[in-house]
């Protein structure tokens, strides 16, 4: 496998071999037990737009594992400020490391970083494009809350039409047969080249404004920041955002195992109320992102996880 | 009528190029793909929806004094893939061409979404856009993977 642009690059049946090793790495990822698996390896962050989650997940992903991490550091101090072309900061990073996870504000840049690469190029988020690496952090959230992903109801809620991650996501659950229902205001909807596809894939897809009335029979709710920004005016704003705000008060009618999800940060959009819920997953989703990724470097990598994992003790 | 009619409805050309099995309404595109417009200096006759026994309706161009290029038959590959491209010298057909649409066409036009790694031009790796299907045509961006707004296409010709 060359590198991870879109889950397109993966199987299912790879995506459920790299979970199951997640699972297995948990005790590592929690920092309880010592596995240099990746000890001599250095991993390039290449972050052109701000990150924190990804970013911090990676560097603890790979120095959990033994490995040492570069970073580009801050873009307005290095040489892309110079007018450096991508093809040419990436034939430099090559160089210099073993793999490399990149987030970039053009869509596409991964690809094409990986077609000037000779090392894997892990997506960390291109544009409005692919998030695979979240997917698979999102995946591993459900399948250990619900102990598999084929034909679950999923509702993915809020900007659908900016948040890249609900698209990769999107996909990866179809290709899982899941049902899907996308919440979302009218000017936020799923581009209709993405919902066209996944009908071509056989999705069985259902779109709504109605967020509350949708959560009922669910067993993950999906949620994502409205930003403000994308609004010409303040008033509809406020209209849309009110409708997409999730309080204790609307879990009563829920699936007792129905787990909330959020790629954080989270604005107004989950309130405080909800974090001491049994339905409440986003922080563990977060931590999710160490151990995913983990598997996800080891997997690149072409280091096998060990089928016990066994290590030093700190 | 026959095709033969269909042709003579513009004069024969002594030398240049003669577009023929056009799809109809498509002749306007096909110039601009060619980068043929108002200030172009050669001779040029169009006929728009002319019958066509194999099309039903078709249209012709012929560009007088022009004959056409590798790299102007591959732009022509987008908007007119089964068009026939026939080279007159001294009014006689010197040369048929062949346009081959491929799986990926390299380095003939840019993606048309704005936010594409390759709108920046100063990256230096190919333009390549994928074929999807064939009729009606599709295509994606090798990077970005949008879809291809076609009528865009002839503005963002390399």
Redesign the interface.
């Known amino acids: 496998m060359a590198g991870l642009i879109t889950m397109d690059d993966l199987t299912n049946e790879q995506i459920l071999e790299i979970l199951a090793d997640a699972e297995r790495l948990l005790p590592v990822a929690r920092g309880e037990i010592y596995l240099p698996l990746l000890q001599g390896r250095i991993l390039g962050n290449l972050f052109f737009e701000p990150s924190t989650r990804t970013r911090m997940s990676f560097e603890t992903a790979m120095k959990r594992l033994g490995g040492d991490v570069v970073n580009l550091g801050d873009v307005k101090t290095s040489s892309v400020v110079k007018g450096e072309t991508l093809f040419d900061t990436i034939q430099m990073v090559d160089g210099y490391t073993d793999i490399i996870a990149m987030r970039h504000p053009r869509q596409g840049a991964a690809q094409y970083a990986q077609d000037a690469a000779s090392v894997p190029i892990l997506n960390g988020g291109d544009g409005a494009g692919h998030h695979p690496t979240q997917t698979m952090l999102d995946l591993f959230t459900i399948k250990q809350a619900h102990g598999r992903l084929e034909g679950l109801k999923v509702v993915l809620a809020g900007d659908l039409r900016y948040g890249r991650t609900v698209h990769s996501l999107s996909h990866a659950l179809t290709r899982f047969g899941c049902e899907l229902i996308f919440a979302s205001p009218d000017l936020l909807k799923m581009p209709e080249e993405i919902v066209s596809d996944l009908r071509a894939q056989g999705a069985d897809v259902v779109e709504t404004e109605d967020l509350y009335d949708s959560m009922n029979d669910a067993d993950v709710v999906y949620m994502t920041r409205i930003q403000k920004e994308r609004f010409a005016d303040e008033d509809e704003y406020a209209r849309c955002a009110g409708a997409y705000k999730l309080h204790a008060r609307h879990l009563n009618e829920v699936k007792t195992d129905m787990i909330i999800m959020h790629p954080l940060p989270r604005v107004d959009e989950i309130d405080p109320s909800v974090d001491a819920t049994r339905h409440a997953r986003y922080f563990e989703q977060a931590f999710n992102g160490v151990v995913a990724r983990m598997a996800l470097l080891c997997r690149l990598l072409g280091v096998p996880v060990p089928e016990v994992v066994q290590g030093g003790a700190l | 009528m026959s095709n033969e009619h269909s042709m003579r409805r513009v004069t024969a050309i002594r030398n240049g190029t003669v577009i023929d099995h056009i799809p109809s309404g498509q002749a306007m595109r096909v110039l601009e793909m060619l980068g043929i417009g108002g200030a172009t200096a050669v001779p040029v006759s169009l006929v728009m929806n002319v019958p066509s026994k194999k099309m039903g309706s078709k249209d012709i161009i012929k560009v007088e004094d022009r004959e056409v290029t590798q790299p102007e038959l591959d732009r022509l590959a987008l908007v007119a893939p089964d068009a026939h491209v026939s080279i007159i010298r001294a009014y006689s057909v010197a040369e048929k061409l062949t346009i081959n649409l491929g799986e990926e066409v390299v380095n003939v036009v840019r993606?048309t979404?704005s936010?594409?790694?390759?709108?920046?031009l100063?990256?230096?790796?190919d333009h390549r856009l994928k074929v999807v299907k064939r009729d009606p045509l599709q295509l994606r961006?090798?990077?970005?993977?949008?879809?291809q707004d076609l009528a865009e296409l002839a503005n963002n010709v390399l």
């Open positions: 993606c979404f936010n594409c790694i390759t709108t920046n100063r990256e230096p790796q961006c090798h990077y970005c993977g949008r879809p």
